[in-house]
């Protein structure tokens, strides 16, 4: 899945001249907590969150601090034709609430967490109603394949597989199935030999 089909598409911008409580009043009106900087051409020069204006806000009245000197100057961007995964992990490890996406040196975008969050629950289809089958499927040769006849075979129509990032030998497996009864599966499972440790209709 790329980027741009999860991006916000055209985001509230604002320049680096603005002040700190115009970027915070913009941002409680369109309940946003982050904000690209722009310059003419909707060049990105900076990004800053509701947070850093909040702190900066009180020392913006006492003295000389403006939203140039709160905003990131460099931050983390990400294309939009890039792997929605390269978007994921840099949230992560950089501990960020979301990011610019640009193209050609303009902003074209802005993708957050709650984005990557809602694609997640998409693609494991957590919203629709559905069973759940955890196990433990091990290291011999062509037992995931076999694991996916005995579920089809029994009944289980696959949504999506999660797993663990374990080796593996200790790998847990999680098959979310369209609503269905998951005691016979279960069973069946079992009688092939793989442990299954939950199973939910």
Do not use: W
């Not at 916000?8 to 115009?22: G, H, M, Q, R, Y």
């Not at 909707?42 to 800053?48: Q, Y």
């Not at 303009?106 to 919203?127: C, P, Q, S, Y």
Request: aromatic share 4%; with cysteine; hydrophobic share 45%.
């Amino acid at each position: 899945m790329k980027i741009h089909s999860l991006m916000i598409p055209d985001p509230i911008t604002i320049t680096e001249n603005a002040s700190i409580s115009d970027a915070i009043e913009l941002m409680k009106i369109n309940s946003i907590r982050h904000l690209p900087v722009v310059s003419k051409g909707n060049r990105l020069k900076g990004f800053v969150t509701l947070a850093d204006l909040k702190q900066g806000l009180l020392p913006s009245m006492l003295g000389d601090i403006s939203l140039s000197d709160l905003m990131v100057k460099n931050p983390i961007v990400v294309d939009p034709d890039g792997d929605i995964e390269v978007a994921a992990r840099l949230i992560y490890k950089h501990k960020i609430g979301g990011m610019p996406v640009v193209k050609n040196k303009k902003l074209v975008g802005i993708i957050t967490e709650t984005d990557i969050l809602r694609a997640f629950i998409d693609m494991m289809g957590l919203l629709t109603a559905s069973s759940r089958i955890d196990l433990v499927i091990g290291d011999r040769p062509g037992s995931f394949r076999t694991v996916l006849q005995v579920i089809n075979d029994n009944g289980g129509d696959i949504i999506s597989v999660g797993m663990t990032g374990q080796e593996a030998s200790k790998r847990i497996y999680y098959f979310r199935l369209t609503s269905c009864k998951t005691d016979v599966i279960r069973r069946a499972l079992e009688n092939e030999g793989f442990e299954v440790l939950n199973a939910m209709d």
